[in-house]
């Protein structure tokens, strides 16, 4: 993105539904693909490495100074918390070798509010260096908040999830509210605003 003579590099990731593999896998097996494709359309063993590739390439890309990734970061993250704690090792591994932070926002997938279910809390601390814990503001009932992105822009992460039932639509008059405010907060301050 370039705005006058701000620049801001980066690269999203939507969707990551990582899975716990059934069994491991040392690479992805490229003569079984066409069978998994045809069974569900999904990679499920293969996802670990998948989101691997997609890093080493962020870490390779000169161009690429922050990472977002706009949700579903887990497939069964509502149930199956290892998924999560997976996937946040791998994000920090990726700060820590390439100091290219990178922010998140929960989707569908990623929490609910079951009695057994992984919770919006529960998703803020296993991300939390991912966004929370340098947040300028939070919303403290979702997973929404907003922070600095280099000097010129501001990232606006809005969680549009219901977390009662994950096909219903999240959106409220609250939330949107609240998007303009931090907008016209981060155009006070001379900051663009990068909604995701």
Not at 58 to 81: K, M, T, W
Not at 132 to 161: F, K, P, Q
Request: proline share 3%.
């Amino acid at each position: 993105v370039t705005e006058g003579n701000m620049e801001l590099g980066f690269a999203v990731a939507s969707d990551l539904h990582y899975n716990v593999p059934e069994e491991e896998l040392s690479q992805t097996n490229d003569h079984e693909i066409f069978w998994y494709a045809n069974r569900r359309a999904s990679l499920d063993n293969e996802s670990g490495l998948i989101i691997d590739e997609f890093l080493r390439q962020c870490a390779e890309d000169e161009s690429v100074q922050y990472v977002l990734i706009p949700g579903d970061l887990a497939d069964n993250g509502r149930s199956i918390f290892e998924e999560h704690y997976a996937v946040s090792e791998k994000l920090q591994s990726f700060e820590e070798k390439t100091g290219k932070p990178v922010f998140v926002i929960p989707g569908n997938h990623d929490y609910g509010q079951g009695e057994n279910d992984f919770k919006i809390d529960d998703f803020k601390s296993c991300y939390g260096e991912f966004g929370y814990n340098d947040a300028l503001s939070v919303m403290e009932e979702n997973g929404s908040y907003t922070a600095d992105l280099g000097d010129s822009y501001r990232l606006i992460a809005l969680d549009s999830n219901d977390p009662s039932k994950s096909t219903e639509d999240g959106m409220s008059l609250k939330k949107i509210m609240w998007v303009l405010d931090e907008a016209k907060k981060a155009k006070e301050e001379g900051r663009y605003p990068v909604l995701m």
